[in-house]
């Protein structure tokens, strides 16, 4: 059975960092993407950052230049580098894999809280 997990949230003061993992149970083939996705209370989720089997990345304006998503596939996780972390990233971060039958797979998620 196929598991992802995060961990790394927590709270932080604004202008802070934070690395996020998410590590993977189990084996999974044929994926197209991984990444992560977000949600603030009263929101809807939104993208935040996308990892492509190939190594390509992409990024919410909101975060670019500031976030940054790699793998350790020896680990089977995925990292979220968050740094400069403003009030408006507070949200629970959700990580995700997708595979190319569009079948994907999500862990609970991690609250992130930057206090301003």
């Known amino acids: 059975q196929v598991q992802l997990v995060e961990s790394g949230g927590g709270l932080v003061q604004a202008g802070g960092s934070l690395r996020l993992s998410c590590t993977t149970s189990?084996?999974?083939?044929?994926?197209?993407?991984r990444g992560w996705y977000r949600q603030a209370p009263g929101k809807e989720r939104e993208l935040v950052a996308i990892?492509?089997?190939?190594?390509?990345?992409n990024y919410a304006d909101s975060v670019k230049g500031r976030f940054t998503i790699s793998r350790d596939n020896a680990k089977s996780t995925v990292y979220l580098q968050m740094n400069s972390l403003k009030s408006e990233d507070t949200a629970v971060y959700y990580c995700?894999?997708?595979?190319?039958?569009?079948?994907?797979?999500w862990g609970p998620g991690t609250q992130v809280t930057v206090s301003s």
């Open positions: 189990g084996i999974i083939f044929n994926i197209n993407t």
């Open positions: 990892l492509t089997n190939s190594g390509g990345t």
């Open positions: 995700y894999i997708r595979r190319y039958s569009a079948d994907e797979y």
